[in-house]
């Protein structure tokens, strides 16, 4: 096929079988092309036309538009499923266009083309919510892979949207994880996870070990239109460089000793979904340039290899428990990788500066290990107040993930209906700062981030009303625990009827799990779905 060249447009592939190659490695179904619609929007005659050709070559419906505000007049009247759009137009530029064509149709994938590239654009671009960022000029096999990584980014949206609908036709329960604590920084951060989940835009989650960074980075992924497709997690710093470049990229037959056949790696197992690279800053300098090339392109070179073996499509989370910034100021960490990925940042506070949390948490995970270990019908045991005033003032330097631990010792020991005491509790480091049982130990002080600090920065009637929200939302989840997911019995605690209860928790957007006799957010399982394991 010939491709005119454009001076800041489309250029002509220098072989055309590479084309032909590339497309083959991402195969998508010529009914399936006919049914995307196409607008690209750009002022110069000759890149809409070649990109059009190219376009429509693949079998794709193509529209044009030469002005910005002819193409947000389109936009408004009718969805498109891709937009390609120049940054910068006088009068409309991309970014708008963008965001009316989301309004007419949430699912429009936006890819921005510019002439200017820089970090700052592009970052900008991603946060606005464009899917991808197209330099000019730009070859014709360049614009088929992108277009071809979004349409099947559109395809996966599809599939998983079918099989939402089977589930709840089959009223199968979801897999979601669960997300439970009612500290004003937690919810900031699961609130943020909950708004950039449907878009494709890479997260990058910062916080200490254990406290809960891949339970964000899953919960975003399950929230998200790759939901049907897998969730692969890879830690970088728990594999040495050889090992870490062959699980992520793959290899071929004979790359090295021990190669004995051609192996896929992880970015290819996470086509479609979503692949989570914990300890980032762990990862070398070398593959950090192979990584970023896969952002970029969604080119996959494995290990020995000479040339392309897979085009992916992959939404990236990273997570870090270091100073991510230091690690770029250093040379330790790509800027433009970490730019690429930092397009949403988020921050999941340690378990100390949440301690209104922890008598929830720990319930939730006395009442989970209990039900995994010990025979149906066993009665639970009961956190003593006492015991709840220790973990509520421990230093948890290892985070949820420690607690988590405590308490499944509690689950595994305990006597069946007993009392669970500080005694029980299996704790070691940081006891002498807790106090002896029963007596009054130091009172904790409210982190910098907490409600206290932030009431003080709030008027009075903006301070009440967040006063009150907070308390609603820890009575109730206490209120259900203490009744095991008895609305009848928590109502008779709390001595109020029950259609009370259900206006409150629907106020803070929270619903009931039966069979796990607690409160989880109504965005997530279904009431009648057991909680999931993962909680955070």
Not at 18 to 42: C, F, M, T
Not at 60 to 88: H, M, P, T, W
Request: neutral net charge.
């Amino acid at each position: 096929m010939s491709i005119p060249v454009a001076q800041n447009g489309v250029t002509r592939p220098a072989v055309r079988d590479e084309v032909k190659d590339l497309a083959n490695l991402l195969p998508i179904a010529p009914e399936a092309k006919a049914r995307i619609r196409i607008l690209v929007v750009d002022d110069e005659h000759l890149l809409r036309e070649s990109c059009a050709q190219v376009l429509r070559h693949e079998g794709y419906e193509v529209s044009l538009c030469g002005r910005g505000q002819e193409a947000l007049d389109v936009v408004k009247r009718r969805a498109f499923d891709i937009l390609l759009v120049d940054l910068y137009m006088s009068q409309v530029d991309g970014l708008t266009l963008l965001r009316a064509a989301l309004t007419t149709n949430r699912d429009t994938i936006g890819i921005v083309m510019t002439g200017n590239p820089s970090v700052d654009s592009s970052v900008q671009a991603l946060r606005q919510g464009a899917w991808d960022y197209l330099p000019k000029p730009f070859s014709a096999t360049h614009l088929q892979v992108l277009i071809g990584r979004a349409v099947h980014t559109l395809l996966v949206a599809r599939e998983t949207r079918d099989q939402q609908a089977e589930l709840e036709r089959r009223h199968v329960p979801g897999d979601k994880p669960t997300l439970l604590g009612t500290a004003p920084a937690f919810r900031r951060a699961v609130e943020l996870a909950r708004k950039v989940a449907p878009t494709d835009a890479s997260v990058f989650i910062t916080g200490e070990s254990g406290s809960g960074k891949e339970m964000i980075a899953q919960f975003i992924h399950h929230h998200s239109r790759r939901s049907s497709r897998p969730f692969i997690a890879v830690n970088c710093a728990a594999l040495p460089e050889g090992l870490l470049e062959s699980e992520m990229f793959g290899h071929r037959k004979g790359a090295f000793t021990g190669a004995v056949r051609d192996k896929p790696g992880l970015l290819e197992a996470a086509h479609g979904g979503t692949l989570f690279l914990d300890e980032l800053i762990e990862m070398s300098k070398p593959i950090q340039a192979k990584l970023l090339r896969v952002i970029q392109d969604g080119v996959v070179r494995r290990v020995g290899s000479e040339t392309t073996d897979a085009i992916v499509n992959v939404r990236f989370i990273a997570a870090t428990n270091g100073d991510a910034e230091a690690a770029v100021k250093a040379g330790q960490l790509r800027e433009d990788l970490y730019y690429r990925l930092r397009v949403v940042p988020t921050h999941v506070p340690p378990l100390r500066e949440r301690p209104e949390d922890i008598p929830l948490l720990a319930e939730y995970f006395l009442s989970t290990y209990w039900v995994r270990h010990r025979s149906k019908g066993t009665p639970f045991p009961k956190l003593a107040d006492a015991a709840l005033r220790t973990l509520c003032t421990y230093p948890w330097r290892g985070n949820v993930r420690e607690l988590q631990n405590v308490i499944e010792h509690v689950a595994v020991v305990a006597e069946p209906g007993s009392d669970v005491r500080v005694g029980d509790l299996n704790l070691h480091a940081g006891l002498e700062a807790v106090g002896a049982e029963g007596g009054g130990g130091p009172v904790v002080s409210a982190p910098s981030g907490s409600l206290i600090s932030t009431l003080l920065e709030e008027s009075y009637h903006a301070g009440r009303e967040r006063v009150i929200a907070q308390f609603e939302r820890q009575y109730l989840t206490w209120l259900v625990s203490r009744a095991t997911g008895n609305m009848c019995e928590a109502a008779r605690i709390a001595g109020v009827n029950r259609a009370t209860l259900y206006r409150l928790m629907e106020r803070h957007g929270l619903q009931r799990s039966p069979s796990a006799g607690w409160v989880i957010e109504a965005a997530g399982p279904p009431p009648d779905s057991p909680a999931s394991e993962g909680v955070v």
